[in-house]
């Protein structure tokens, strides 16, 4: 009986050794040519906390990495996705997000590939519901941290100490942090004159270091098995049109898909929230996006992009003003964010695309919060005016 179960015991574990003593460059080897293609519209939070993936995207450039959060899974016939590839575009959009991806995740995924941003356009989308009173929660910071990251962002020796210093005090605020005991002290460390975390720092980073090179491991297993496919509303109905014509489709197209409720909001999103109507009417009095600890998070990200020389294109989402009305949440409480967030964008030199102007455009939003069909074509032609290296990125259709 022992023995019977002895055996698969010291089968699995020989197995376990076997997997981890693989070298790299033999998984590296295996996997296909076409994985990083594959991955561009995958939206695989494997792809996102990880490093190997977005390491060859950024190194090749027909690719266009799109950041942002859950707006980019609307893979819709006029999504930058579709409509780029219709097109024939001389680029191809990689798109980086989910849900709950905001600032401080986003920090540390551009810290990870700090050295390949040099020169390397970007666009960058902000949603208004990141910037919360409170700031990003544990709810939305969770799921999208990746150790991986965190624990190269302790090696890393090629971001500002300052800013690195800043982004480490903030990350410590954070259960995946603060209850790692090993990354816990080797960030105090870098931010305490305290000789024994510095000296307990030193001894658990041997330690630290192997557990990154299995995090590095575990990334290559992943890139491996590869990713699951979006899916995309593929339609050659965008070709061959001009900014004007293609708004028009997309406003004929909103009509046939938000047709029972007066807020421009889909169909299916609408059904999804109409029992709680009553409940959410005033619901938002007094609120507003024009504080919160999310721009010193941003500003994280603008430092990093900044020192790193990447050159980035910022999209500034609207609300959906009928819905915002609905909710009583004060028009000053959302022009306080879109004033902020464009000071702070245009301070740091940066470019952005400002659809603040377009609250109450019909189907320029899908639902209360995402971009939609009409808002894509704005994105779109903003898109490629950045990417054509026009001065001035015209947030109109003309």
Do not use: C
């Not at 490093?51 to 266009?64: N, S, T, V």
């Not at 624990?151 to 603060?178: C, E, G, H, T, W």
């Not at 406003?251 to 889909?266: L, P, Q, V």
């Amino acid at each position: 009986m022992k023995k019977a179960l002895f055996s698969p015991i010291l089968i699995a574990f020989l197995g376990l050794v076997m997997i981890i003593g693989i070298p790299n460059n033999w998984i590296i080897n295996m996997i296909p040519k076409n994985r990083v293609a594959q991955a561009a519209t995958e939206l695989n939070p494997f792809m996102f906390q990880g490093k190997y993936i977005q390491d060859k995207m950024l190194e090749d450039p027909r690719y266009l990495p799109i950041y942002g959060s859950s707006e980019l899974a609307r893979l819709d016939r006029f999504h930058p996705n579709n409509y780029f590839q219709e097109t024939g575009a001389d680029f191809t959009p990689f798109l980086v997000g989910r849900g709950g991806m905001e600032s401080l995740i986003h920090f540390l995924n551009f810290s990870e590939h700090a050295q390949q941003l040099k020169g390397k356009k970007l666009v960058f989308v902000l949603s208004p519901q990141w910037f919360q009173p409170d700031g990003t929660d544990e709810t939305h910071f969770v799921p999208n941290y990746s150790s991986l990251q965190g624990y190269d962002l302790a090696f890393n020796k090629n971001i500002n100490p300052d800013l690195k210093k800043k982004a480490m005090k903030r990350l410590l605020q954070f259960s995946p942090v603060q209850d790692d005991p090993i990354l816990s002290t080797m960030y105090r460390a870098e931010l305490t004159k305290d000789p024994w975390i510095k000296r307990e720092s030193y001894l658990v980073r041997p330690i630290a270091f192997t557990y990154r090179e299995l995090l590095e491991k575990k990334d290559l297993y992943y890139t491996l098995a590869g990713g699951f496919s979006s899916k995309r509303d593929i339609s050659p109905s965008v070709k061959n049109k001009s900014w004007t014509e293609l708004a028009e489709q997309a406003d004929r197209y909103g009509e046939k898909r938000a047709t029972n409720n007066a807020f421009y909001i889909s169909n299916y999103q609408y059904d999804k929230i109409r029992k709680l109507l009553p409940s959410l009417k005033n619901s938002k009095t007094g609120a507003s996006y024009g504080e919160s600890p999310e721009y010193d998070d941003f500003e994280l990200v603008l430092d990093l992009l900044k020192d790193s020389g990447a050159e980035p294109l910022f999209i500034s989402v609207p609300v959906n003003g009928k819905w915002y009305d609905y909710t009583d949440f004060p028009q000053e409480g959302r022009t306080a964010y879109y004033d902020r967030i464009k000071k702070q964008i245009e301070a740091n030199d940066f470019r952005i695309a400002d659809f603040s102007n377009h609250e109450y455009d019909p189907y320029f939003m899908k639902d209360t919060i995402h971009i939609g069909w009409k808002g894509w074509v704005y994105v779109d032609k903003a898109i490629k005016d950045f990417y054509d290296g026009h001065e001035n990125t015209s947030v109109a259709l003309e």
